[in-house]
């Protein structure tokens, strides 16, 4: 009954519509405007037309909308050149525009009146920001947890490998492209180790390693020195090198016998006695380095060094430079990937995490783009009006001036400043 009676009132609105419109479209002048005349009058009447310097040409299209107090009251009516005329364009470069106002009683600019142009910025950033409201993490959030819960085991079963194989991959590469990347910018390195070490937590750093790290490493070296000292004592063959220091010093002959007996002693004897003990130092290195680490000055000496080479510009250009010589625009590392990506391993594993991670990816994206049912969310629409069908991306706000002050006449120039809207 409710649904009939709704259709009912709906039939004839629409038939007195229909009936007058028609009678105003149809009927003969009763007076020298008309009617319909009248009524583009009275719409004339209650519009207000004002005009907005910008302070550099920005691309402007006729129809931009005008907000003040987050409605909208009117749009861009025309753009204007240098003298102020309006041009045939409806979209293209200029520093003025004429706006018009729908309802002057409704919207009334006055004393110090200001307008800002804001425009959206085609960059992920922006996406990102807009997609991922207060509201949506959360729902994100609880769609993560709630897969790897059920699922962590399996995903980090398969997973695991490959991003092992991906890290090894990646230090190797690293490795073999460091020392070349080092010589083409040893200019640059050395210059910002001049000035880490002019600075405060440099001159602070070497204080406490000697009054910290020293005394930690001295005891936990000394056995070990002791040790390889001792084996380098016993294998040294200083009756050998006694003779040749004798024989060099006789006539006619060479003066660096000594020194070829003692680098054959250092290549046969003593870097092997070395490479014996290399896991004992690495181990005690580790020691010594957590032990020096957990030490409050140390650890606060190190994170200043840390502020204050993160604040160098020239660390910000080496920085730059190393990714993109040594990753983004290496054939070897692509390749490296390349083949990674490719190898049946990666291809079998991502396949086999797929089935637990694709249900979780479809409902974070239903979150964030919407659904059949319920379709698209708000900020999806805004991010497809955007940054896709570029609508919505710039639009005058005005602040319409001092309360009590009087309104401003019609084409009353407003100087306007530019912003990014930030994601809301």
């Known amino acids: ?119 959206v910025p085609e960059a992920a950033a922006w996406v990102v920001k807009t997609l991922l409201t207060e509201e949506t993490i959360p729902r994100i959030a609880f769609e993560w947890n709630q897969a790897m819960l059920q699922h962590r085991e399996v995903i980090f079963t398969l997973l695991t490998p490959i991003i092992r194989d991906l890290i090894l991959d990646l230090e190797a590469h690293i490795e073999a492209e460091l020392p070349a990347f080092l010589r083409r910018h040893e200019a640059e390195v050395k210059s910002l180790g001049e000035e880490l070490r002019r600075g405060q937590p440099a001159e602070r750093l070497t204080q406490l390693f000697e009054e910290e790290v020293w005394p930690i490493a001295q005891s936990k070296l000394d056995p070990i020195i002791a040790k390889i000292s001792d084996e380098f004592w016993e294998r040294l063959p200083l009756w050998s090198l006694t003779w040749r220091l004798a024989y060099q010093a006789l006539p006619g002959t060479d003066n660096d016998h000594l020194q070829k007996g003692w680098l054959n002693f250092l290549n046969r004897e003593a870097m092997p006695i070395l490479r014996s003990h290399t896991d004992e130092i690495i181990a005690l290195s580790r020691d010594i380095a957590a032990e020096a680490l957990s030490r409050q000055e140390v650890h606060g000496a190190l994170r200043d060094l840390f502020a204050l080479l993160i604040a160098q510009p020239k660390f910000h250009v080496l920085t730059q430079d190393f990714l993109r010589e040594v990753m983004l625009d290496n054939p070897g590392f692509q390749a490296r990937l390349l083949e990674r990506a490719r190898s049946p391993d990666v291809g079998r594993a991502l396949e086999a995490a797929a089935q637990h991670i694709e249900p979780m990816a479809r409902r974070m994206s239903d979150v964030l783009f919407g659904t059949r049912e319920a379709g698209i969310t708000v900020e999806f629409a805004k991010v497809l009006r955007s940054q896709i069908l570029l609508k919505d991306s710039q639009r005058f706000v005005l602040n319409l001036g001092q309360d009590g002050s009087p309104p401003l006449p019609d084409g009353t120039l407003i100087r306007a400043t530019v912003e990014v809207e930030h994601a809301r």
Do not use: C
């Open 1 to 119: 009954m409710r649904k009939r009676l709704r259709t009912l009132a709906g039939a004839i609105f629409w038939t007195a519509m229909a009936v007058w419109g028609g009678r105003l479209l149809t009927e003969g002048p009763r007076d020298d405007a008309g009617t319909l005349g009248k009524l583009l009058g009275f719409l004339a009447e209650r519009e207000s037309q004002f005009l907005i310097e910008l302070p550099t040409a920005m691309l402007l299209r006729v129809g931009d909308t005008v907000e003040a107090s987050g409605k909208t009251v009117g749009d861009v009516e025309a753009l204007l050149d240098e003298d102020g005329r309006a041009t045939p364009e409806i979209y293209g470069w200029t520093q003025m525009v004429r706006i018009r106002i729908h309802d002057r009683d409704r919207t009334t600019l006055r004393s110090g009146a200001r307008a800002r142009l804001l425009r």
